[in-house]
């Protein structure tokens, strides 16, 4: 019985597919690079320790592994096999759902494993939040894919934060459900609508990870993003869209 309700949970918000009004300016799919606001060499040089400590990790304990709620299609797993690396946590007493935590900075504190990553936390201070909530790695070096998903179906929630990597080996993309067009990231960071379209990683041979951070952007940086008049989900891809014409 217990195996049956976890199944059901599991699959509960796949083949979730609808779509919301968005700004007749944004076409997906789309991403918001970031690589102009971040030093992007200082984050290169973070490859080698990072990677150190992840195949120590995968040599020990190993980590979490990534859940996949709101995935396009019930054929895909709920849980495919990636794994994740927790430098932040809620504690026992914080809401459990997605929507209430993870950007609500209060509830987050630094776990064990950030201090075996004091090179990759020293980066991360230097990112444009007024503070952060969740941190995660997450990572896979046996050739898995996280199949496309996006993160809730609220669109009037914007989730302001930064997916980053230190290599470009990861063939993390965005999808428009409708046309079946993929658009890979080709930088080394970005932000992007995680409601409005799905996205997804495609899988690689040897090891591939990313880092991302959710948290407050700054009051000076909230200031340069153009905002939708509707949709604030789509706030990335509105960005992204309006830079896209302006070149």
């Known amino acids: 019985m ?3 309700l976890a199944a059901a949970t ?3 918000f796949a083949n979730d597919y609808q779509t919301f009004e968005v700004d007749p300016g944004i076409s997906y799919p789309c991403f918001r690079s970031f690589d ?3 030093d992007v060499d200082w984050l290169r040089s973070l490859d080698g320790p990072i990677t150190e400590r992840i195949v120590q990790e995968i040599q020990t304990e190993k980590g979490d592994y990534f859940r996949n709620l709101y995935r ?12 994740e690396v927790w430098l932040s946590r809620t504690d026992s007493t914080a809401p459990s759902e997605y929507l209430d935590m993870v950007d609500s900075t209060d509830l987050w504190h630094l776990t064990d494993k950030a201090r075996d990553y004091p090179e990759l936390m020293e980066f991360i201070r230097t990112l444009p939040f007024e503070r952060t909530g969740r941190m995660l790695i997450i ?7 996280v199949p496309a998903h996006r993160d809730h179906m609220e669109p009037d929630v914007c989730n302001e934060f930064i997916w980053f990597r230190t290599n470009l080996r990861k063939p993390f993309y ?4 409708v046309t079946g067009e993929k658009k890979y990231v080709d ?9 409005n379209q799905y996205h997804g990683t495609d899988a690689c041979p040897g090891l591939s990870f990313s880092i991302r951070v959710d948290g407050i952007f700054t009051d000076g940086f909230r200031r340069s993003i153009p905002r939708p008049v509707t949709n604030a989900a789509s706030t990335p891809a509105l ?4 830079d896209n014409n302006e070149q």
Request: net charge negative; hydrophobic share 40%.
């Open 10 to 12: 599991a699959n509960a």
């Open 72 to 83: 396009l299609s019930s054929d895909t797993p709920y849980q495919p096999g990636v794994r």
């Open 187 to 195: 930088s080394y960071s970005c932000w992007f609508d995680a409601v």
């Open 36 to 38: 102009e606001f971040l």
């Open 139 to 145: 990572y896979d070096n046996v050739g898995n894919e």
């Open 239 to 242: 960005w992204a869209c309006v």
């Open 2 to 4: 217990e195996m049956q």
């Open 174 to 177: 965005m999808l428009n459900a």
